[in-house]
């Protein structure tokens, strides 16, 4: 379960959060909402140990999450509102170099697999600079198909940029992983399907 109460953020003389309280636990997901602004992205960095709060405490399964460490780093991805891909790579070399900065192996036939369910396997040698920004977006995303993701997301506008086939695609994967135990927190500024009767909504700017 991830947890966190009256968490607080300053930014110069002004508190951009301030008593926020949230529970994610396994089957759910947090649909972070407010306007621009409103301290969403803040708020994941918060959650993923990025950025400390000024007031409140962040615990993973009961434990704050800056005592837990790399056992809660382990249990995380986290995928950024910007998609963090190396123009000169191809596909597969960006996913191979962001699965070794997260400590991950996969086989070769793995990388397949999700570049095919992500309609992208006749992209796969090509360098990420001739993909549009739709597709760029899929790159970044394939890495919640590989079998063994982590138990908790925290995405920053995952929807953006994506055709209707490719959000309904994200939509149903994030179905599977709450089938599966897992948990989400995301922000996205669309109206999406998430899963009914497991979904929470968050209003930052209420």
């Given at each position: 379960?991830l947890?966190?109460?009256?968490i607080?953020?300053?930014?110069?003389?002004?508190?951009?959060?301030?008593g926020?309280?949230?529970?994610?636990?396994?089957?759910?997901?947090l649909?972070?909402?407010?306007?621009?602004?409103?301290?969403?992205?803040?708020?994941?960095r918060?959650?993923?140990?990025?950025?400390?709060?000024?007031?409140?405490v962040?615990?993973?399964?009961?434990?704050?999450?800056?005592?837990?460490?790399?056992?809660?780093?382990?249990?995380?991805?986290?995928?950024?509102?910007a998609?963090?891909?190396?123009?000169d790579?191809?596909?597969?070399?960006?996913?191979?170099s962001?699965?070794?900065?997260?400590?991950?192996?996969?086989?070769?036939?793995?990388?397949?697999?999700?570049l095919a369910?992500?309609?992208?396997?006749?992209?796969?040698?090509l360098?990420?600079?001739?993909l549009?920004?739709?597709?760029?977006?899929?790159?970044?995303?394939?890495?919640?198909?590989?079998?063994?993701?982590?138990?908790?997301?925290?995405?920053?506008?995952?929807?953006?940029?994506?055709?209707?086939?490719?959000?309904?695609?994200?939509?149903?994967?994030?179905?599977?992983?709450?089938d599966?135990g897992?948990?989400?927190v995301?922000?996205?500024?669309?109206?999406?399907?998430?899963?009914?009767?497991?979904?929470?909504?968050?209003?930052?700017?209420?």
């Amino acid at each position: 379960m991830l947890e966190a109460r009256d968490i607080a953020c300053l930014k110069g003389s002004r508190w951009l959060l301030r008593g926020v309280a949230l529970r994610v636990e396994p089957g759910e997901v947090l649909w972070i909402e407010g306007r621009n602004g409103s301290g969403k992205t803040t708020l994941l960095r918060m959650l993923c140990g990025l950025t400390p709060p000024d007031e409140g405490v962040i615990q993973w399964v009961g434990q704050p999450i800056v005592d837990a460490g790399e056992a809660y780093r382990r249990e995380l991805l986290y995928l950024g509102h910007a998609n963090a891909l190396k123009d000169d790579l191809t596909l597969e070399e960006n996913l191979r170099s962001a699965m070794q900065i997260a400590g991950r192996t996969a086989r070769s036939d793995e990388f397949d697999e999700v570049l095919a369910q992500c309609g992208l396997i006749d992209r796969r040698e090509l360098p990420v600079r001739v993909l549009s920004q739709g597709q760029r977006r899929r790159v970044a995303l394939s890495r919640l198909w590989f079998p063994d993701a982590p138990k908790l997301w925290i995405l920053d506008e995952p929807f953006a940029a994506l055709d209707v086939e490719s959000v309904q695609r994200l939509s149903d994967r994030l179905g599977r992983h709450l089938d599966g135990g897992g948990m989400a927190v995301l922000t996205t500024h669309q109206e999406v399907a998430l899963p009914a009767g497991r979904t929470q909504r968050l209003r930052l700017d209420a």
